[in-house]
């Protein structure tokens, strides 16, 4: 079991470039997130979704896209990266149930945006 | 709009200490509460999770407490040891809007000197 896999783990874009971040799960999980971390802010979500075929925006979702391509596969896309998206994202899946939503994360992917 | 608070925000002890790490919220309808670790450029790992109809749960020298009414959680390490240098997430999973949401807190960066 693999768990949670994200790639890449580094990146560096230019300003105006675009990005797919891959995100994927191996563990049957219904629900997938993407984050994003910055100092002195902690952990933010971007977007969700909750089941195959379904995204949500979460608190900051502006300045990105997801898809949720299958049940393993959840990936975000920046289409015109800023300064401001200058971050570690992660990505997590959950196990979906009302007792439990527990989530699980993966490694992160550095980006740097100049 | 959910709130985490975690205090300290740093925390140096010797090794062989016991310890508490504190975070409260805001709004007390949570779902679960997970305690997470996070190691210098590294991802999150779930260390601790506890439903809402809980109050507490344990694991190995680890113990996490939840009190619903007061808004509050606690992190128990016992018999700390350097291997326990990191920094501590609390999150809880509430529902906003139709949706499940997790908030982090901010963190406790933990160092225990040999």
């Known amino acids: 079991n693999a768990g949670v896999t994200q790639t890449p783990k580094f990146q560096v874009l230019k300003t105006g470039q675009s990005m797919t971040l891959q995100c994927a799960q191996d563990?049957?999980?219904?629900?997938m997130y993407w984050y994003r971390q910055d100092p002195g802010m902690g952990l933010r979500l971007i977007y969700y979704?909750?089941?195959?075929?379904?995204?949500d925006k979460g608190e900051v979702p502006n300045g990105y896209n997801v898809s949720r391509l299958n049940k393993r596969e959840f990936s975000l896309r920046l289409e015109s990266a800023a300064p401001s998206q200058t971050s570690v994202y992660f990505c997590?899946?959950?196990?979906?149930?009302?007792?439990?939503?527990?989530?699980?994360f993966g490694p992160g992917t550095r980006l740097t945006v100049t | 709009k959910q709130e985490v608070t975690q205090i300290p925000a740093a925390l140096s002890v010797p090794e062989g200490e016991n310890l508490v790490l504190n975070c409260s919220f805001t709004?007390?309808?949570?779902?679960?509460l997970q305690w997470f670790r996070q190691d210098p450029g590294k991802g999150l790992t779930s260390l601790l999770l506890?439903?809402?109809?809980?109050r507490e749960q344990t694991s190995g020298r680890l113990n996490a407490s939840l009190d619903k009414s007061s808004g509050r959680s606690t992190l128990y390490i016992a018999a700390s040891q350097p291997g326990d240098s990191a920094t501590y997430l609390c999150?809880?999973?509430?529902?906003?809007?139709?949706?499940?949401?997790?908030?982090f807190g901010k963190g406790t960066k933990l160092s225990v000197i040999p």
């Open positions: 979704s909750a089941s195959e075929g379904t995204t």
């Open positions: 997590a899946s959950g196990g979906q149930g009302a007792s439990s939503y527990e989530q699980y």
């Open positions: 506890i439903q809402s109809s809980q």
């Open positions: 709004d007390s309808a949570i779902y679960n």
């Open positions: 999150a809880n999973l509430y529902s906003g809007a139709g949706s499940y949401q997790l908030t």
């Open positions: 563990m049957n999980h219904n629900s």
